[in-house]
Nanobody
């Protein structure tokens, strides 16, 4: 098993930036593909960004592509989400997720087994 703890959320003005971090503990971090999800009030949870075990493959939701960057630092058991040019519609609780893999592909949204508790992000206009 792996335990996930997010940090870095908060209040930011539109066009500002935030960096979210997810610290993992438990099994070797390199065994896991990672993802960032978000859930806004009254909406379904959606995948924001995903990264494969090696970091060579990434995927982004269309609404954040070009503004958000996912990166993993295996030496620190951490996956980060750099969020730039933030918009009010990015307001949500952001969750880190993990799926243990033997391949090096990004994981479909329905396959993640482990979740953090979430960190809230509020973008004011």
């Amino acid at each position: 098993q792996v335990q996930l703890v997010e940090s870095g959320g908060g209040l930011v003005q539109a066009v500002g930036s935030l960096r979210l971090s997810c610290a993992a503990s438990g099994r070797p971090f390199s065994d896991y593909a990672m993802g960032w999800f978000r859930q806004a009030p009254g909406k379904d949870r959606e995948l924001v960004a995903a990264i494969s075990r090696s970091g060579r493959a990434t995927n982004y939701a269309g609404s954040v592509r070009g503004r958000f960057t996912i990166a993993r630092v295996d030496a620190k058991n951490t996956v980060n989400l750099q969020m730039n040019s933030l918009k009010p519609e990015d307001t949500a609780v952001y969750y880190c997720a993990a799926d243990r893999r033997t391949d090096d592909y990004v994981v479909p949204p329905s396959r993640y087994d482990y979740w953090g508790q979430g960190t809230p992000v509020t973008v004011s206009s």
